[in-house]
């Protein structure tokens, strides 16, 4: 069983989803992929979880790092789970090009390379948004594209985080699956 919760951030409202593991889902509302993996049952009900990714996204929004972590549980294929995982190890300010995952991903399962595109649909698809920073991947010619958020998030994010940098640019056409 899941269970939700609301945040008020000050880039919109967000809504919270969990279950007995930890936080399932952190989706920003109305964004692309909003619930993908929420099941239809679920209940609005207040939990520890909830309690403690609140207070961790009170101390994000007031543009400091967080110091604990946030209990997850990553609902998707091994592929996408293995994505996440490198998505929630990116340090607080810094950013990480979808090739640079690719090349750990290939490293981890011994292939010589791995895709940036299957990278990218993962990272679109990622279900814990702020919290598993996808908003923190970029292009490699510094293309902000690909956040289910809105691009527009993305940038205030990056900014909050003093990750954003001035070569950093949304391109004309977007390549996001």
């Known amino acids: 069983m899941q269970y939700t919760s609301r945040y008020e951030s000050p880039l919109g409202g ?8 930890g936080l ?17 049952e679920h209940e609005e009900k207040e939990l520890p979880v909830f309690d403690r990714a609140k207070e961790w ?7 400091r790092e967080p110091e604990t ?5 990553f609902i998707g294929s091994d592929f ?16 990480m090009t979808y ?21 990218g649909g993962a990272v679109a698809r990622n279900e814990i948004s702020v919290i598993v920073p996808c ?11 690909g956040y289910a958020g809105g691009i527009d998030r993305k940038i205030a994010l990056l900014k909050l985080e003093g990750a ?3 070569t950093f640019f949304v391109p004309k056409h977007s390549t996001a699956p």
């Not at 967000?14 to 593991?21: C, G």
């Not at 399932?24 to 239809?40: R, V």
């Not at 972590?69 to 549980?73: A, E, F, G, I, L």
């Open 99 to 119: 090739g640079e995952i690719a090349r750990q991903m290939a490293a981890k399962r011994g292939l010589k390379a791995m895709s940036a595109q299957a990278v």
């Open 57 to 63: 996204l009170d101390v994000y929004f007031s543009g």
């Open 135 to 145: 908003h923190r991947v970029v292009g490699t010619n510094g293309s902000l594209t």
């Open 69 to 73: 972590k946030v209990p997850v549980h």
């Open 80 to 95: 996408q789970n293995e994505v996440w995982e490198i998505l929630y190890s990116i340090p607080f300010g810094k950013t």
């Open 14 to 21: 967000i809504v919270l989803a969990a279950d007995s593991v």
């Open 164 to 166: 954003y940098q001035d």
């Open 24 to 40: 399932t889902g952190l989706w920003f509302e109305g964004q692309k992929y909003f619930g993908l993996y929420l099941d239809k």
